[in-house]
Structure formats: C-alpha cells, structure tokens
C-alpha cells in the first residue's frame, strides 16, 4: 500500500490547531476577568467619589443643625458634671439620622433594632462646637499600664488661652463597662478641673448596642482570632469617634493614649496645613500608624463611609491607603505612578510632632516599642556648660539616646520604662559649689515619681546626715544624700543651700515604677561663682 505525499497532513495540522484554540479561549477569558476587575473598581470609584460630592453638600447643612441641637443640650442641663442619667435620649430631640448616617444600616445591619446606638451614651464637657481643631483620643483598657493622663498633660502643657478656646480634645472611652468609664472620666476631670469646666476635654463613651457581635469574625491576613478581633473592635471605635467629632470644628486630628507631643505642636500643625498649594485628603505629623493624621472635617463621612465598608477585613491604616487608591490610581498603570498620585493627597510633616511613648499594647499580652525616628530629629534638646562628670544609670538605654549625649547637650536621653530603685547619676570629677540642677526647658521630659538628691562631699557630714537623718532642712538618704528636689510634670528643679558645701555627685531616684519611657532631654548644673 502506498500513501501519497501529504496524506498526513490534514491530521497533523487538526492535532496542531486543538492547542492553540484552547490557548485562544483560556487568553479571552482572562482577559474578561480583567476587564470585569477593572470594571469594579472603577465602579467602585465612582461610587465614592459621587459619595464625596453628596456629602461635602450636606456638611454645612448638618453643621448648623448639629449646632442648634448643642445649643438647646446647653440650656437643658449641666453638662459639666456626668452620670449615668446624663444621656442624650434625655434631650427629647429628634432622632432623625442625617443623610450619610444612614449608610451605617447597610454595614452594621444590628443597629436598625438600637436607634440611639450611634449616639454617646455619656457626654462629660462642654459640648464645645465651632473650634479650629478637634483632637480625638481613643482609650480601652489595658492589663498593665494606662498611659492617658500623661498624654494629656503632654497634650495640655503650655497651651495658649487662645489655643486653648479654639480646640477641643475628646477622650473616647471604647468600653462598655459603666464602672471603668465612669473611673476613667473622674479621673479625667480630677486631673483636669478648669479644662473639663472650660470645655476643653470632653469624655465620651458608646453603648454596647454599637457593637456588632465580634465573637464570629472570619480570620484573614494571617492573624489569630484575638487579633482580628481586636483591629476590627478598633476600625469601628475609631468611625465612632471620628463622626461624633465631624460637626465640632474645620479640623481633626487623630491621636493615641499613649503619646507625647512636641512644645508647640498646635502652631506647627496650623502653619503646615496653611502652606499646603494642593488639595490634601490627609497631613501626617508622625509616621506610625494612625497617630498625628490631620482631616479636613468635611471629609470624615466619606472616610468613614470607607472604613465600614470594609470593617473586617483590614486595620485602619491599611484602608485609609486603599481609599487613596481608590480615589486617585489608575489600574492601567504602574504601581510607582499610584504612589505618586497617593502622594499628593498625603503628606508627611518632618519632623514628627508625636512620640509613641507606650510598651503595652491594648491587644491583651502585645508588647510594642514603635517609636517614630522623625521624631528625634528637630533640636529637642538644649546643649549646657556641665562640669565634668561621670555619669551613670540602671535604666536601659533605647538605642543612641545616651546619658553622656545629653549631659553633654548632644542628644536627649532615652529610655525603657523605669521601676523603683532604678536611677541617673553625676559624679564630678572635681567637687564643687552647686546653685542649682534641672532640666527646666521641656515638658516632653518624663520621669515620675522621682526624687532630686546631692551627694555632699564632705565625709564627715554625710556621717552626720546617716546618723541624724537630716539637715539643712533637707531629708536624708540612708547612703547620705539629701533629697533637694523632685520630678512635677515632668520637669525638675533643685536649689541647693550654698552651707552644705561642695557637692561630690547628683543623683535622680526613681521611688515608683513608670508606665511611660523616660526621657530627658536637658540637664543643667549652675555652679556657684562663689
């Protein structure tokens, strides 16, 4: 049997052309899944930006409303002191939501059955509306240490009256635990008298009826249980907080309980935002996470439209990028072109004005020692002629930030949180006639609880001072120190009565542990001329 040539080939070319339609079909489809990914997003977009437009027309509206109902809560009762009774379902008003309010029925379905599960349940201020800036402090209970009284003297110190009565700071409680609020804001208004009275701070807490169930949540991003938990509780308290603040000022600012702030800071912000040529969507003041974020007001019902929509999914930090994405990039070009375009919506302040001063998480058995390097770069410390000295502590220096640099007025000086009996001392090479010690110029310093002491040099009186006890009207140490000083605020400052005589060390002795780092960033020894 003979084939003739070319017999073959129609087969051979059949076999051929099955591979190569497959291939065909596979790239069409993909090339749908792109077209139909794209197509969401861009929806998406859209979406968001008409969102945007809807509700910069509703801002000035729902200000004034806003406005009148704190003017009738104003005459109706006395805001300045809170109880469990003193509620907003008191006031008998309207409970009518504003229009982008209403949104939260879609992503928290449970509160169609609680209709003043948006509202605080306790209002503890002024209700002060009107303001330049509003600052908004979330705070939950932690195992360990609370830090939110230091925050707010860091916060507070050396503030303006002018300053003072065109700002608000809200301290959001984001527990449902009536007795630990109410510990929380009598603490709060101990510490505080004249700026809860003045309408400076005010507390807030929301009812449990906020929350949705927690106890189900889908694990994503790798994370256990607790944790999704916990940064979903924390999407939800922050939209919370960031809605009540919306109609009290042109400004918000995103804070932690677990902050200090740079002398200052208010001015630096206000002078950042007026030099700003372009539209911004967010200023950024320190690099860590969602501490020191400035908003315009009139953009936090989009930016928490947002944050709801995706509550469960991811932290905060990493949806306020998303939205950014959402608003500006192009899915048709490259991630570097989208980062530059986020850019113009988002920009960094150097140096950072926060410091993220807290080791204990609020995420039960989470040890954090983030600290913003920015924040360290202005000239916070101030340089002084000290005599030279030995220096010394039991504390665990953090990184560069060492004792000697700033003795030497170098650097300032860092370190881990202290406990009782940790200590910073100087000893002088050559004894001399010491005026006075402190560090009078900063208000970031912290050391609490802590006691200024000299060491006199003369032998025989320091074995006086052991077997007395005392003198100069000083009290004694068991090791012959005298207690000349301590640590109020922060800052420090001793005299030292010229009859002890010359001083041979100066010591600072920490009698309590500290919930926050210490830090120092001026040391000043006056030597008498005499």
């Known amino acids: 049997m003979r084939l003739r040539p070319g017999a073959l080939l129609p087969a051979l070319c059949l076999g051929a052309a099955v ?19 794209q ?17 910069k027309k509703r801002s000035h509206e729902l200000s004034s409303a806003l406005d009148e109902i704190k003017h009738v809560v104003a005459k109706r009762m006395n805001l300045t002191n809170h109880t469990d009774d003193t509620k907003w379902k ?30 605080p349940d306790i209002i503890f201020g002024r209700q002060r509306t009107g303001v330049s800036l509003v600052m908004g402090i979330p705070t939950v209970k932690r195992e360990k240490q609370d830090y939110l009284i230091n925050t707010l003297h860091s916060l507070l110190y050396e503030l303006s009256e002018e300053q003072k009565n065109d700002c608000v700071i809200i301290i959001f ?71 009540y603040a919306q109609p009290k000022g042109t400004f918000y600012l995103q804070l932690e309980d677990d902050i200090i702030a740079k002398p200052g800071y208010i001015q630096s912000i206000k002078d950042f935002a007026a030099k700003q040529s372009q539209e911004w969507m967010i200023l950024e003041f320190s690099q860590l996470g969602f501490i020191g974020k400035l908003f315009k007001s009139e953009d936090l019902p989009l930016i928490v439209d947002f944050f709801l929509m995706f509550y469960k999914d991811k932290p905060i930090d990493w949806l ?4 950014l994405w959402v608003k500006v990039c192009n899915p048709e070009k490259d991630a570097i072109h989208c980062e530059k375009e986020k850019a113009k919506l988002r920009i960094r302040a150097k140096p950072s004005l926060f410091q993220h001063v807290g080791i204990y998480s609020s995420l ?5 020692n983030l600290k913003d390097k920015d924040f360290g770069q202005s000239v916070l410390h101030k340089a002084h002629n000290n005599p030279p000295a030995k220096v010394d502590t039991s504390l665990r220096i953090y990184q560069q930030y060492t004792l000697e640099k700033v003795y030497k007025g170098k650097d300032w000086f860092w370190a881990s949180a202290p406990v009782a009996g940790d200590y910073i001392s100087f000893t002088f090479l050559n004894p001399l006639k010491v005026e006075k010690s402190g560090n009078m110029e900063h208000p ?27 003198k100069f009207n000083y009290p004694a140490t068991k090791d012959g120190y005298l207690k000349i000083g301590a640590f109020e605020n922060g800052i420090a400052e001793g005299s030292v009565d010229q009859s002890i005589g010359k001083i041979q060390a100066i010591r600072l002795l920490v009698n309590s ?10 040391v000043l020894i006056k030597a008498s001329e005499n």
């Open 320 to 323: 306020m990028d998303h939205l």
């Open 39 to 55: 197509s969401q997003f861009l929806e998406l977009r859209q979406r968001l930006l008409y969102a945007e437009k809807e509700n």
């Open 364 to 368: 039960a058995g989470k040890i954090q």
């Open 444 to 470: 970031g310093d912290k050391l609490f609880n802590t006691t200024v002491e000299v060491l006199p040099a003369d032998e025989m009186l320091r074995k006086e001072l052991v077997d007395n006890g005392g």
């Open 19 to 37: 591979p190569l339609l497959w291939y065909a079909a596979w790239q069409r489809s993909r090339g749908n899944e792109l077209d139909m990914y």
């Open 90 to 119: 008191m006031l008998n008003l309207t409970r009518k939501l504003p229009m982008h309010l209403t949104n939260m029925y879609y992503y928290l379905p449970h509160l169609r059955e609680y209709e003043d599960a948006i509202f």
């Open 173 to 243: 409680v984001a527990e449902v635990n009536a007795q630990y609020v109410n510990r929380v804001a009598e603490s709060v208004k101990t510490s505080f008298p004249t700026e809860i009275q003045s309408g400076v701070l005010e507390v807030i807490s929301p009812p449990a009826s906020y929350y949705p169930d927690l106890s189900n949540l889908k694990k994503t991003l790798g994370d256990s249980e607790d944790r999704v938990r916990w940064r979903t509780k924390q999407n939800l308290d922050y939209s919370f907080l960031m809605l």
């Open 513 to 522: 542990d500290s919930p926050v780092w210490a830090i120092i960033s001026e």
